[in-house]
């Protein structure tokens, strides 16, 4: 199931904040999620995105959420703001509402009580830039 390996992107992102650099954590998050061979597909392939653009995603959060340093926002909801980006950019066959629902589900169990609106107003002000309904 694909929450299940945004679950496990979400994780892995998230604790490469903390320890940079171990690439073979993906993999054994993805074993013990007992993710299917698709679903670690489209894991694999959404991380690739965040890597190969993280700096442009954070630069697009810090841009839309006008009155928060970047430094102030949780680092659960930036992990989830940057999973709803590249799968907005990315995934132009995957409805809206699917992603930002996914995204919602991430904060509203990793983060803050707050975070879900948060999140919500960001990729809904993003998908208005982006012209995704």
Known sequence: MRS????VVFKYIFS?????GDEELFI????????NEADFSFANELLSYINNNSNKYLDVIKDLSIGYDLNRIFSSDKCALMIGIAELENY????VPVIVDEAL???????SEKSTDFVNGI?????KNIGRN
């Open 4 to 7: 299940l390996a945004r679950e």
């Open 16 to 20: 490469q904040l903390f320890n940079p």
């Open 28 to 35: 054994v998050m993805s074993k013990d999620a007992k993710l």
């Open 92 to 95: 132009p066959n995957t409805p």
């Open 105 to 111: 589900k991430l904060v509203s169990k990793y983060s």
């Open 123 to 127: 990729l809904a002000k993003y998908c």
